[in-house]
Each structure stands twice: as C-alpha cells, then as structure tokens.
C-alpha cells in the first residue's frame, strides 16, 4: 500500500477563510459529518457486514464538551480510503458519484471551518491496515498560505474501519437551548435511517430517535354512520421535467400547532421541514389558527431536485407552484379527502389539546395586562355609582380550583382596598355555564376582595370558537371575561338591583342558541 506522507488541499487557501461566515444553523452543520458517515456506511454496507455481521448499524456518536470548548464526532463507517483520501480533504472537491449524500465536495471541510479555527480527522479505511491523522489550523494555514498538510498514519489492523473529527476551540459552542433544538432536528432529519435501523445517532450520550405521531382512525366527518378509518394516504405526484415526490400525507390524531407539517426528504435524509420548522404552504395549510395547519403532516421524498449547498433547501427552479397545486388536488379526492376532514372533524380532546396553548396565554397575560390601568378604570367606574351596595343575587362563595384548570391570579389596589381576581380556565366540566363568578366581600379596613372568575372551556360555544385558538385569542376571550365580571361586580356594588341578569342571559343563549 501507498503510504500518504502529505495531502494537498489547494485551491482552499483562501476559501478557508471565508468558510466560517457561511449561513449554517449548528444542526444543519453537525448533519454534514453524519451525512458523510452515512454515505461511507451505505457504499460499503456489504463488505461491513460480512466482517461485523447481517445486524450491524452504523453507529455516529457526538459529543459536545463545553468544558473544553471541544466538539467530537465519531462513527464506525467505512473510514476514507487511500484512493479517496487527497480529494477528501481538498474544498470543492466533487466525488467521482455524487449520486448520495456527499455530493459537494464541501460538507466535512466547510462545517469544520464553521464551528472552529483548529480540527483534525483521524480515519481508519476498511480493509486497510493504516490509520490516517491530518489537521487543519485555518488561521495558520490561511498566514503561512500553506498548500499542503501532512497526514501522520500508524499501522492498525485491517479490520477495523471508524473516523473521528475533532473540533478544538469552537467559535459556536451550542448552548442548552439549542442542544434541545439540535437533538430535535437531527432526530427529525435522520428518522428514515434510524426507523429502518440503518443507523443508531447519539448526542452526549442520549440516544436521538423520532417519535412518528399517531394517525387519526375516524369516520368521515359528513358521514357519522360510517366505520372509522385511518386517514393515511400514499402520494406518487409526478411533475414536469421528470421530477416526482412520493411518500405519504396523514392526519394527526392530536393537532400540533409545531409538530404537523410536511417534511421534505431527497434521497431519504430530509431537507426542509426539520422538527418544529415544518414545511406548510399557505395554499393548503392556511392561516396558523387553522385545523389544517395542526394536524395535517407527511414525509415526501423529492425525486430529480438539487438542493442547497448547505442542504437545508430545496432548488425548486419555478416548480414549487405546481407542486403545491398537485398536492393540493391529491388531498381533496374523493376517496380520502384529507384536507376537507383535517378541517371538520371534531373531536372531544381538542379543546384539551390546546390546554398548553391556554396556560402560556394567561402566563402572559399576567405579565403584560396593564394592571394599573385596570385599577385606575375600575375606581373611575365606582366613582360614578351610588347608593349602597346591594346583596341580591350574590354569586356563589369561592370556587375551588380544580385539577385540569389553568388558573392564575391578579391582584389590584382600588381605593385603598386589595382585591384578588382568580381566573380559572375549566378544561373538565362540558355541562356547567359558560361564564360563572363568585365573589368574596371585603372583611373588615383593608381587608381582600376576592373575585374568580370561571370559564368552560369545554363548553359547546367554547368548542365551536376557541378549541383551537391560539395564545392571543385566549388571552383576549379571558380579558373579556374578567371586564364582564368585574362589571357586573361594580353595579352590584352601586345599588343595582339584577344585576346577574345580563350573565345569566348570556350563558343560557350561548348554551341554546348561539355555540352551533
């Protein structure tokens, strides 16, 4: 065998310095050192497995060490063998078959330069019995214009086969946020691979694996006597220049206001519509609040198309309109059709569904409502009023809170008087009135006025408006609730007498005749 004492890696002098300022995002990065794992594996998945085994996977394994300012990428792969090796590390560099999934010439060199100044790779080839150590320092290289590196080997048995890539004094070292958010895309993008078993992929240890939903099993929405079905459809579009996409679209048994969405894949590693940034075109998905926007989801595999050179984007070339109207019109046939369902279909969990929704908006709503301004209109409102309070009609005495409730509490200072308004969100009871109140009268000088204010949310009008409202719908319904009770609250307090009637009115037109 040859024995490789330098590696030439012009013309990328000057190319490593600009390197660094690429678009990446720290996953799209990391993707192409398991991108070219994976490509290793899958050319020689024969002759590893005729030396490991029928049941052997690829394994690729990063670690992240904030400690040492460090990133380490291994894997049991082919390894870079001695024919491919000069061209491995020069920038540019086109594969002789860039049919797969290194296809640039770019990834491994570019994404290194990105995260750190200073990397190395240490490779062992199948078959071979020499393991290959060559580093790059790009500020070095870039000063001295250095042309060439040299590549450290020592004798290793043939076979083991693995790479290793040492990132040394990262520039862009993930934090915990978006160590969450990197394990969420590469999960997202490696899910054909480590479904099927092809590949086991690993952060800091912990195992990275997509969870596929459930699909909603149902009758058709128009037609109630109908036997459910699972609302599942296998897609073949073909589009002009001989492109197509395949794969399937289904229906999320739990909407997802993040999670639904189509997830573009090529060549089975997917492209756009990682995790939570799913791809929904407007044209099918509608707005964010819609049904469609939270349930319908899908993978497709884009056949004939180019990508980015950081493959994070599909090259459409003027073609994304008519794929759009292709899919649009396979979701609405007759015999499955999925948008109309994803739309109408109704379920007695989807209010529950959006319970996070509900928790996040009155969150807000407690740090943002101008409480002081609340105070100040209130006192202005009593001012006005006259006479002594009346005690007709009391509501009941405090509520108690109850274990699905989303609740939080406001406090205002009026008039030298503390006053404490819960607010309670019921996610349980679907019999009781849409709006209830209880009140708590002031005990003695500067004692607390209690006010809760109470709202079903399983009620039929809340169903019929607000099971998928967003935080900012929520939050608005709960302001207008709590101004209804406080009003009433006010001219019960100025003398007037009924002064329930107008809740009371409500909740019983709400319940007859306006929730259909």
Not at 15 to 20: G, N, T
Not at 176 to 204: E, Q, W
């Amino acid at each position: 065998m040859t024995k490789i004492d330098r590696v030439n890696i012009r013309p990328g002098v000057s190319m490593l310095s600009v390197l660094p300022h690429l678009n990446y995002k720290p996953w799209f990065a990391l993707g192409e050192f398991v991108d070219n794992a994976l490509q290793s594996f899958l050319s020689r998945k024969g002759d590893i497995r005729e030396v490991e085994g029928r049941r052997f996977a690829l394994s690729v394994d990063i670690d992240i060490d904030h400690s040492a300012q460090r990133i380490v990428i291994r894997d049991n792969a082919g390894g870079i063998e001695q024919e491919t090796f000069p061209r491995a590390f020069r920038p540019a560099e086109v594969p002789a078959d860039a049919s797969g999934l290194s296809e640039f010439g770019m990834g491994m060199k570019s994404a290194a330069a990105w995260f750190a100044p200073r990397w190395s790779v240490r490779t062992k080839a199948l078959g071979e019995n020499v393991e290959r150590t060559v580093r790059f320092d790009i500020d070095k290289i870039v000063k001295d214009t250095i042309e060439e590196l040299e590549v450290h080997s020592r004798a290793v048995s043939a076979d083991q086969h693995y790479t290793e890539i040492v990132l040394d004094d990262v520039r862009k070292m993930p934090q915990k946020r978006t160590l969450a958010k990197i394990c969420d895309h590469l999960s997202s993008i490696y899910r054909v691979f480590t479904r099927r078993g092809d590949m086991m992929l690993s952060l800091n240890g912990e195992a990275l694996t997509f969870d596929d939903p459930e699909i909603l099993s149902a009758h058709y929405w128009k037609r109630k006597s109908e036997p459910a079905r699972l609302w599942r459809k296998e897609m073949r579009i073909e589009l002009s220049g001989g492109r197509r996409a395949e794969g399937f679209v289904a229906i999320r048994a739990k909407g997802s206001t993040s999670r639904a969405g189509l997830a573009l894949l090529r060549r089975d590693r997917l492209i756009e519509g990682s995790a939570d940034e799913a791809y929904r075109p407007p044209e099918i998905f509608g707005a964010t609040n819609s049904f469609v926007y939270q349930r319908v989801f899908g993978e497709l595999n884009l056949i004939g198309f180019k990508v980015s050179h950081t493959k994070d984007g599909i090259r459409w070339d003027e073609s994304e309109e008519e794929f759009v109207s292709k899919l649009k019109t396979a979701l609405s046939t007759p015999d499955l059709p999925l948008l109309d369902q994803a739309q109408n279909w109704r379920s007695t969990e989807t209010a529950r569904e959006n319970r996070p929704h509900a928790q996040k908006a009155i969150k807000e709503m407690q740090e943002e409502m101008p409480i002081n301004k609340v105070a100040s209109a209130l006192e202005k409102v009593q001012a006005h009023q006259s006479g002594e309070p009346s005690r007709q009609e009391l509501p009941q005495q405090r509520m108690q809170t109850k274990e699905d409730d989303v609740a939080q509490r406001f406090d205002l200072d009026v008039l030298g008087a503390r006053w404490e308004i819960d607010l309670a969100l019921d996610y349980k009871d679907a019999t009781c009135d849409w709006l209830r109140i209880s009140d708590q009268a002031t005990h003695g000088p500067g004692g607390t006025r209690r006010i809760g204010v109470r709202l079903a949310m399983l009620h039929p009008f809340s169903q019929r408006f607000f099971a998928k409202a967003d935080a900012d719908q929520i939050q608005g319904i709960a302001r207008l609730a709590i101004g209804l009770v406080l009003s009433e609250t006010i001219a019960r307090d100025g003398g007037v007498k009924l002064a329930g009637r107008i809740r009371t009115s409500l909740n019983e037109l709400l319940r007859l005749a306006l929730s259909a």
